[in-house]
């Protein structure tokens, strides 16, 4: 049997759903039962009826998964998947900005810990962030974080000021805007589509600005034209798939001499054969302190309510 056999089989005996980020690689989102973003993922995990999770992402996304089933088995092909976004807001840290702040609202997007969740009002993905925001009263301050990046291109969409925390992914500031612009005067018919990670002067100029599932379906409605695509280049399995004929570009990374596209180590840490290994081992799992789940519970589920 091959291991993509060996894994179908176990995860029918085991009663197993796979979730499969689109910054994985292309086998592991080919056996997943659902591959998506970070919006899509959570809605996936809340309404599973699978006993156990397989989570092929990093660890804050099978941490939301646990907080949100914490009867089930989560289990994380490789425990070091981790996010440097996420790392970029230490919860002691966080806890005295937020102190410093009480009358604000505390937003924070779902790269992040559950400890940082737990001390928030209501969390959100790149999909639903502008409607989150929307949802708060304006005359009411909020603190967005961790991602500056994208929190500078809420401030611009909505026009609120936002206290940000300053954090940031280390793949979606490794765009070189040099590199950028000269890969389109190679190809000046392509048009440039970002993840809202991106710094500002890489979001200034892209057409469409959104969150994975966004740009999969911007390019969905736009098939005759071709793509310069500034994210993760996992997302180039998913994207092809649905627009075979379109051409499509990873946007360069700006100390890649040896490939032209920013990977994300973290994602890429996960294999075929570490999948299969957790399913079989059931190990390791993902576990969250009850005290904190509760807490990081309430503003997952106001998420998922306001996104419906
Ligand atoms: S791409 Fe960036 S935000 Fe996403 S998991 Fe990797 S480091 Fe974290």
């Known amino acids: 049997m091959s291991l993509t056999e060996k894994i179908k089989k176990l995860k029918e005996e085991k009663n197993a759903v796979i979730l499969a980020h689109y910054y994985q690689t292309p086998d592991i989102q080919e056996i997943a039962d659902y591959v998506g973003d970070s919006l899509g993922l959570s809605q996936k995990a809340a309404e599973t009826d699978a006993d156990i999770i397989v989570f092929a992402g990093v660890h804050f996304m099978a941490e939301t998964a646990k907080i949100l089933n914490p009867e089930k088995t989560v289990v994380l092909p490789d425990l070091s998947a981790g996010c440097s976004l996420a790392d970029s807001c230490p919860p002691d840290l966080f806890k005295e900005f937020v102190a410093k702040h009480p ?104 057409t469409y600005i959104g969150s994975t599932s966004g740009m999969i379906n911007y390019v969905k409605k736009h098939p005759e034209k071709k793509f310069i695509v500034a994210t993760e280049a996992g997302i180039l399995h998913k994207m092809q798939q649905e627009v075979p004929n379109t051409i499509l570009i990873p946007a360069p990374a700006a100390e890649d001499n040896t490939c032209a596209c920013s990977e994300c180590g973290y994602m890429k840490v996960n294999t075929l054969q570490k999948l299969y290994d957790c399913l079989n081992d059931e190990s390791p799992q993902i576990d969250v302190d009850s005290g904190i789940r509760e807490k990081a519970l309430v503003p997952i589920k106001r998420m998922l309510e306001l996104s419906k």
Not at 115 to 125: H, L, N, P, Q
Not at 181 to 204: F, G, Q, R, T, W
Request: charged share 25%; aromatic share 4%.
């Open 103 to 206: 009358n604000h609202k505390v937003i924070t997007y779902v790269n992040c810990s559950a400890e940082i969740k737990a001390m928030t009002d209501i969390v959100c993905t790149s999909s639903n962030a502008l409607k989150i925001v929307a949802s708060i009263p304006k005359d009411k301050p909020i603190i967005f974080a961790p991602d500056k990046n994208l929190g500078k291109y809420i401030m611009k969409e909505t026009g609120r000021e936002l206290l940000l925390w300053d954090g940031s992914c280390i793949v979606h500031e490794a765009f070189c805007i040099d590199k950028l612009l000269e890969l389109h005067n190679e190809h000046p018919d392509a048009v440039i589509i970002a993840h809202p990670e991106s710094e500002e002067h890489i979001l200034k100029t892209a």
